[in-house]
């Protein structure tokens, strides 16, 4: 739970409030300037009413230029952004001929096999011309390769499960699965703070869904019995399942998902697991399996483990591991495997190459490397920006370290300083997260090297002290207590 300085929250609201003031404003005149024209709506009623797309119009806009940059080169350690300009105040933005050569902060590139690879690499190519950059057709009539058997089986056994299920799309794999795997007369408890892919498929699957406090398993307990002992709402019939859903690691605040107690706590009270670990396979665990290899949990206790290949693999798609029963049962119900193309076979193979290399099957131990290499990196840079006196967010050894910013005025000042000196680095803001709560949320890759990382935290702490974000005291450094303590001697 984050706590907000109370001088913080003050100005933050006070911040928003100044700008939805001055919104209202322009909207009010903008509507007495239309007015005096005839209206080119021919009897049509407005595809966005005011309030509707209010925040994107006196909000966003003005600070876009801070989201959606285009790059021109792989999302490797460095990269290229292509430049953009307005000259209309931000509502548009060109794209230019001019690019600037960018320390990257913000892909989700954390074993660095985004970029061309010595293994990988070589292997797509050759797919692509074996079989096609696409199979033009769904799973089930014309679109499994043998690439797609071999890929299930690759997962499967990587993550620790009987079977699994490959889809072309890491988003669809959450939003398509949930409603198949539950509906009305069933009970979604799911984390706060889960990712809006969950959201939107608890939501579309008509089960009842409860929410407890983020990563509180005390809270998650307390909302299983209260629910279980009142029943379905009006019959108080038992609910015909349980299913308790949380992410690996949460891609907004870098934390571990407490897995052991909540496996333990749902075997208590007979409600399946659905563990999301989007941003943890891969990325975390002595070989990358994971938070259930990082936090010793047995992956028999956890019912449904889902992730994507869009983060650790270089690739993209998503994966549904389970039982075989599980399996076989979506293979002949879910819509995204019955109706979606399929995984594009290069990609596939991406993947496929990916995990041997990870395993160290390609005979060498740069997967390993890769593993430690991460650790290490996000270890360092998440310590030494505590140092300096940032808030941030997260846990150890996690790839993703939210720096807390607040103020909305704070959010461009951030973004637009880095980018001048060659630091490409990702904010958030509402409604991704909650009003008060704007970040900047860095991304660290095996692919950064030592001097990658004291570069950006350069920048960082220099941006910091210029914005004013630095919101707890700095650790003094080591020369200066020396110094220190010649002068006390």
Same mark, same amino acid.
């Given at each position: 739970m984050i706590t907000i300085p109370y001088l913080t929250a003050l100005t933050t609201y006070f911040s928003y409030g100044l700008l939805f003031a001055f919104g209202q404003l322009r909207d009010f005149f903008r509507k007495l300037i239309d007015w005096w024209h005839a209206s080119n709506l021919q009897g049509y009623?407005?595809?966005?009413?005011?309030?509707?797309?209010?925040? !994107?119009?006196r909000?966003?806009?003005?600070?876009? @230029?801070?989201?959606? $940059?285009? !790059?021109?080169?792989?999302?490797?350690?460095?990269? @290229?952004?292509?430049? $953009?300009?307005?000259?209309?105040?931000?509502?548009?933005?060109?794209?230019?001929t001019k690019v600037s050569r960018c320390l990257n902060l913000g892909s989700y590139n954390y074993l660095g096999f985004a970029a061309s690879d010595e293994y990988c690499t070589p292997r797509v190519v050759e797919s692509m011309k074996r079989f096609s950059p696409s199979t033009c057709s769904t799973r089930v009539d014309g679109g499994t390769t043998t690439l797609h058997n071999e890929l299930e089986e690759c997962v499967a056994s990587f993550v620790g499960k009987p079977a699994a299920l490959v889809f072309g799309m890491g988003y669809v794999t959450?939003?398509?699965?949930l409603p198949v795997l539950i509906g009305k007369g069933g009970l979604i408890i799911s984390d706060s703070l889960n990712h809006n892919s969950i959201v939107n498929g608890a939501r579309g699957s008509g089960a009842s869904v409860r929410v407890f406090q983020h990563n509180t398993p005390s809270h998650l307990e307390k909302v299983l019995r209260e629910h279980i002992a009142e029943g379905q709402p009006r019959t108080h019939r038992p609910w015909k399942k349980i299913i308790v859903v949380v992410e690996g690691i949460y891609s907004m605040e870098g934390e571990l998902c407490k897995l052991p107690e909540i496996v333990a706590i749902s075997k208590k009270y007979k409600a399946y697991v659905y563990l999301d670990e989007a941003?943890?396979?891969?990325?975390?665990?002595?070989?990358?399996?994971?938070?259930?290899?990082?936090?010793g949990v047995d992956t028999a206790d956890v019912d449904i483990m889902m992730g994507t290949f869009t983060k650790s693999f270089g690739s993209c798609g998503g994966y549904i591991a389970g039982s075989k029963d599980l399996i076989q049962y979506?293979?002949?119900?879910?819509?995204?495997?019955?109706?979606?193309?399929s995984i594009?076979?290069?990609?596939?193979?991406?993947?496929?190459?990916?995990i041997k290399v990870i395993l160290g099957e390609d005979g060498s131990s740069r997967g390993a490397q890769k593993l430690a290499r991460i650790r290490e990196n996000s270890n360092f840079f998440r310590s030494e920006l505590q140092k300096m006196g940032f808030e941030v967010l997260g846990d150890n050894d996690s790839p993703v370290m939210p720096i807390m910013l607040y103020n909305p005025a704070k959010i461009p000042a951030f973004s637009r300083e880095c980018l001048k000196q060659n630091v490409a680095v990702v904010t958030v803001a509402f409604p991704a997260t909650p009003l008060l709560l704007a970040r900047a949320r860095i991304c660290i890759s095996a692919a950064h090297s030592r001097e990658d990382m004291i570069k950006a935290l350069e920048v960082i702490s220099r941006v910091g002290d210029m914005v004013g974000i630095k919101y707890f005291p700095a650790e003094p450094k080591k020369e200066q207590l020396g110094e220190n303590r010649v002068k006390l001697e």
């Open positions: 009623a407005p595809i966005c009413l005011g309030l509707e797309d209010f925040y !994107i119009r909000l966003y806009l003005r600070i876009q @230029d801070c989201f959606g $940059r285009p !790059i021109s080169s792989p999302p490797d350690a460095w990269f @290229d952004v292509v430049e $953009r300009v307005s000259n209309d105040n931000n509502k548009t933005l060109k794209r230019t959450n939003s398509a699965i941003h943890s396979i891969g990325a975390v665990g002595k070989s990358g399996r994971g938070v259930c290899e990082l936090l979506l293979k002949y119900s879910c819509p995204a495997h019955l109706y979606a193309t594009s076979p290069p990609a596939a193979q991406q993947i496929i190459s990916a």
